[in-house]
T-cell receptor, first 115, second 110 residues
């Protein structure tokens, strides 16, 4: 079946512009995660959605970052007034449930470059 | 807040077994041990997970120490396609986060 998809695959923007990144999870997956991965580093948790519950936003680095998800469908991550330090690969993952034994399925990521 | 310690890099010869170690001395009684790997320019992919007992699947085996303070991912016959960064992760079933850390970069030598 179809996996997690993300768009765009690459995004180049100028400092100060807003960007919107999209994630299409696997159908039926209730949990959705966003991560950031800077060059040569591990994944940094940003935000978590579980069904219709309030999202866990504890990983968002500043108030310039926000994300939305309607029900168990598409999610968008928005970065306002982008800065050069926002340059990274942004990864989305979905999971059929949330718990100790859950498995996350990752998308290919969106590579964001802020000039 | 990475809770695991892994070597930065390892090398293996093709078609030989690989043992990737992970220390997690602060593991709680309910934490699951997960392994993911990330091939170049791709998102991470699930490899295996376990709680207390050793686990086997088509990709790998997971050996968990009796005190659960360490674990080892075993690739039985390394291939060139196994070259990746391998992440050992503790999964708190009551939390929302996976702490990926920096992982072990595995190089497979032909």
């Amino acid at each position: 079946g179809a996996g997690v998809s993300q768009s765009p695959s690459n995004k180049v923007t100028e400092k100060g512009k807003d960007v919107e990144l999209r994630c299409d999870p696997i159908s039926g997956h209730t949990a959705l995660y966003w991560y950031r991965q800077r060059l040569g580093q591990g994944l940094e948790f940003l935000i978590y959605f579980q069904g219709n519950s309030a999202p866990d936003k504890s990983g968002l680095p500043s108030d310039r970052f926000s994300a939305e998800r309607t029900g168990e469908s598409v999610s968008t991550l928005t970065i306002q007034r982008t800065q050069q330090e926002d340059s990274a690969v942004y990864l989305c993952a979905s999971s059929p449930f949330s718990g100790g034994g859950d498995t996350q399925y990752f998308g290919p990521g969106t590579r964001l470059t802020v000039l | 807040d990475a809770k695991t310690t892994q070597p930065n890099s390892m090398e293996s010869n093709e078609e030989e077994p690989v043992h990737l170690p992970c220390n997690h001395s602060t593991i709680s009684g309910t934490d699951y041990i997960h392994w993911y790997r990330q091939l170049p320019s791709q998102g991470p992919e699930y490899v295996i997970h376990g709680l207390t007992s050793n686990v086997n699947n088509r990709m790998a085996s997971l050996a968990i120490a009796e005190d659960r303070k360490s674990s080892t991912l075993i690739l039985h016959r390394a291939t060139l396609r196994d070259a990746a960064v391998y992440y050992c992760i503790l999964r708190d079933p009551f939390g929302n986060q996976f702490y990926f850390g920096t992982g072990t970069s595995l190089t497979v030598i032909p």
